[in-house]
């Protein structure tokens, strides 16, 4: 994950609604949201191919969700190097599985690359930022916010550009429970995001052609590697309920489909 848009509210109706943008090698392989682990059978998610694990995690019965973006490593280095025991995937899983403990608990952190990981619900939303030597553990204040590879930074591009716009738009379903198109929950989100694709995309490597403050990904990075945004997911939850909808195709406002949860 490159991009999560968060609006936390606990006076809203809907007091969490979130938009991920998945961002990776177009190569790697990985099935789309479902029930894909026995060790967590309550949880739904998409599933990395490679390592097994997620990039976002649900537990409906909790009405909780938990989200991961690589994260930057506090010396400087480029996020993808070194070599590291575990798959920063598990984490989603694991954290939903503390129940009411910290959602790190039990979590050895040397043995992870550098990541974000937000947990949320109605009642908070938190970041914990792992950059390789420390922790940082913060909860998200209310309003709408821009989590990037760099964490809760104010002074990214894609957090200057955009958090205004979602802010005004944020959406507030008075009745999830009853709420069952994608329209009717997310609101305009769904079409910023479309309009979003149609924008020159951020790119990464050796393609500089792109805008740092685009929503959406697209890198050549030569011998056919591509580097792009592959899916989003949307998600609305009050203390009861989560919604879940998921598309592979961000530019086609027609391509989204809710999950059954």
Known sequence: MCTVIVGFDPGADTPLVVAAIRDEMRDRPWDGPGRHWPDHPGVAGGRDRSAGGTWLAVDPARARVAALLNGWPWDG??????????????????????VERDPLDGVELSRYAPFHLLTADARGAVLHSW???????????????????????????RALRHTPEFARTRPDPA???????????WGRWPELIAAAAHDAPRSAGTDETGDPSGLIAHA????GRVWATGSVT???????TVRYAFTDAPADPDAWRMIDL
């Open 77 to 98: 280095r480029m996020p993808w190097e070194g070599a590291y025991p575990a798959s920063r995937g598990d984490l989603p899983l694991h954290s939903l599985a503390t």
């Open 131 to 157: 950059d390789g030597a420390r922790l940082d553990v913060r909860p998200l204040p209310v309003g709408v916010r821009i989590i990037v590879n760099t964490g809760l930074d104010p002074a990214d591009p």
């Open 175 to 185: 009745r999830l429970a009853e709420a069952t198109g994608v329209d009717q929950i």
């Open 220 to 223: 050549d990075l030569g011998g």
């Open 234 to 240: 949307l998600l609305a939850a009050d203390a009861r």
